[in-house]
């Protein structure tokens, strides 16, 4: 599936929006408007909706889907539909891409992924695996992607918060909705730290259907998904189907047999439908191409020859990341965490914008930096 931006994608744009603000976020006719090429076709689908969901006029609805857009923004909120630059391409995998609500970095959702998922209810070794897993994902260079939910999801999701790492929270209650309300810490440093995404623009009435469409999200946004426990019939195994369907690797750690709560990984790799993995190193495979590098266990980043720093502005020393900041923001304005990510998250990040910031060198202006 694919969409053209060309000069009615703004006004379609809008359209979806309100769609997807006034109908179930998942219906048909969002991503339809978005495909549409003509005006006539655009005005004979829109006739065909207003008959059935007694919407208003087309410009009128188009205008409603920009103050809803607006209204997003003015809570730190991004709408991102099929089309959009920061789009994640791996969505166009899904038979209809929804359209999402980011809080955090949208630009994350570009970023190379993997979901680590499982039961609600755990057992004493994948209370031990899940940290090691997640340790080995984020030092391959990946952020680590998952549900936000108790068990599996959670542990995963606080290894990275304990190594000071990106993570992605896939929500299927809305960006506003934390649920359960057990993992706030978790949502919270999300918001600040990656980003809280879900396809849902408000708190559904009842949980249940919505989360089989989150893990589709989940598996969709990630290289690929490692199950660390489930039952058969678990939540887990859909996301492991998703992948499947979506062409991605599906791995599965090695938990104890006779267990019910172990079974549903068990029978995706019997059935061939998953790899079983036993050991750090079968993560081997899911190594990305990426020139930085961290050594496991330290989480310490490859040591890059230093440069003879450059004498500037009031003497101040321009060292890599200040030099790579000062790039950045020569280019267009960015907030705190999008310069962190187009910088490759260095250790010496925030130390680098203070002194920048104390220099003179770059300020901070209604939400962003910029160069003076």
């Given at each position: 599936?694919?969409y053209?931006?060309?000069?009615?994608?703004?006004?379609?744009?809008?359209?979806?929006?309100?769609?997807?603000?006034?109908?179930?976020?998942?219906?048909?006719?969002?991503?339809?408007?978005?495909?549409?090429?003509?005006?006539?076709?655009?005005?004979?689908?829109?006739?065909?909706?207003?008959?059935?969901?007694?919407?208003?006029?087309i410009?009128?609805?188009?205008?409603?889907?920009?103050?809803?857009?607006?209204?997003?923004?003015?809570?730190?909120?991004?709408?991102?539909?099929?089309?959009?630059?920061?789009?994640?391409?791996?969505?166009?995998?899904?038979?209809?891409?929804?359209?999402?609500?980011?809080?955090?970095?949208?630009?994350?959702?570009?970023?190379?992924?993997?979901?680590?998922?499982?039961?609600?209810?755990?057992?004493?070794?994948?209370?031990?695996?899940?940290?090691?897993?997640?340790?080995?994902?984020?030092?391959?260079?990946?952020?680590?992607?998952?549900?936000?939910?108790?068990?599996?999801?959670?542990?995963?999701?606080?290894?990275?918060?304990?190594?000071?790492?990106?993570?992605?929270?896939v929500?299927?209650?809305?960006?506003?909705?934390?649920?359960?309300?057990?993992?706030?810490?978790?949502?919270?440093?999300?918001?600040?730290?990656?980003?809280?995404?879900s396809?849902?623009?408000?708190?559904?009435?009842?949980?249940?259907?919505?989360?089989?469409?989150?893990?589709d999200i989940?598996?969709?946004?990630?290289?690929?998904?490692?199950?660390?426990?489930?039952?058969?019939?678990?939540?887990?195994?859909?996301?492991?189907?998703?992948?499947?369907?979506?062409?991605?690797p599906?791995?599965?750690?090695?938990?104890?047999?006779?267990?019910?709560?172990?079974?549903?990984?068990?029978?995706?790799?019997?059935?061939?439908?998953?790899?079983?993995?036993?050991?750090?190193?079968?993560?081997?495979?899911?190594?990305?191409?990426t020139?930085?590098?961290?050594?496991?266990g330290?989480?310490?980043?490859?040591?890059?020859?230093?440069?003879?720093?450059?004498?500037?502005?009031?003497?101040?020393q321009?060292?890599?990341?200040k030099n790579?900041?000062?790039?950045?923001?020569?280019?267009?304005?960015?907030t705190?965490?999008?310069?962190?990510?187009?910088?490759q998250?260095?250790?010496?990040?925030d130390?680098?914008?203070?002194?920048?910031?104390?220099?003179?060198?770059?300020?901070?202006?209604?939400?962003?930096?910029?160069?003076?």
């Amino acid at each position: 599936m694919t969409y053209t931006v060309d000069c009615d994608h703004s006004t379609r744009r809008s359209l979806a929006i309100f769609l997807w603000k006034h109908l179930d976020s998942s219906h048909p006719a969002i991503t339809e408007i978005l495909e549409l090429q003509t005006i006539q076709g655009l005005e004979e689908r829109w006739r065909e909706l207003q008959e059935l969901h007694a919407l208003p006029c087309i410009q009128s609805a188009c205008s409603q889907g920009k103050e809803i857009e607006f209204e997003c923004k003015a809570r730190n909120k991004s709408i991102l539909c099929p089309g959009d630059p920061l789009y994640p391409p791996k969505l166009y995998d899904m038979h209809r891409p929804p359209v999402l609500c980011v809080c955090g970095n949208p630009g994350i959702l570009r970023s190379l992924q993997i979901a680590i998922v499982g039961s609600r209810k755990t057992i004493d070794e994948a209370n031990k695996i899940t940290p090691m897993i997640a340790d080995d994902v984020i030092c391959r260079g990946f952020i680590i992607t998952s549900g936000g939910a108790l068990g599996i999801d959670a542990l995963a999701h606080r290894q990275a918060i304990k190594r000071n790492q990106p993570t992605i929270v896939v929500s299927a209650t809305g960006v506003d909705n934390i649920y359960p309300k057990e993992n706030a810490d978790i949502f919270d440093y999300a918001k600040q730290n990656g980003a809280i995404v879900s396809q849902y623009n408000k708190p559904p009435q009842r949980h249940s259907p919505n989360f089989p469409r989150r893990n589709d999200i989940i598996a969709a946004l990630s290289q690929a998904t490692i199950i660390i426990q489930s039952k058969i019939g678990g939540g887990a195994l859909y996301t492991a189907k998703a992948a499947n369907r979506f062409n991605r690797p599906v791995l599965v750690a090695a938990m104890p047999g006779f267990n019910d709560l172990t079974e549903g990984g068990w029978q995706l790799v019997k059935t061939q439908k998953a790899k079983l993995i036993s050991d750090l190193q079968d993560l081997n495979a899911l190594t990305p191409q990426t020139q930085q590098t961290i050594h496991f266990g330290t989480f310490q980043e490859h040591v890059i020859p230093a440069q003879k720093p450059t004498l500037t502005h009031n003497n101040t020393q321009l060292t890599p990341t200040k030099n790579d900041i000062i790039e950045l923001l020569a280019k267009s304005p960015m907030t705190r965490d999008q310069i962190r990510t187009n910088t490759q998250y260095p250790n010496d990040f925030d130390e680098a914008v203070l002194e920048l910031e104390l220099a003179g060198m770059i300020q901070f202006v209604a939400g962003r930096y910029c160069k003076p």
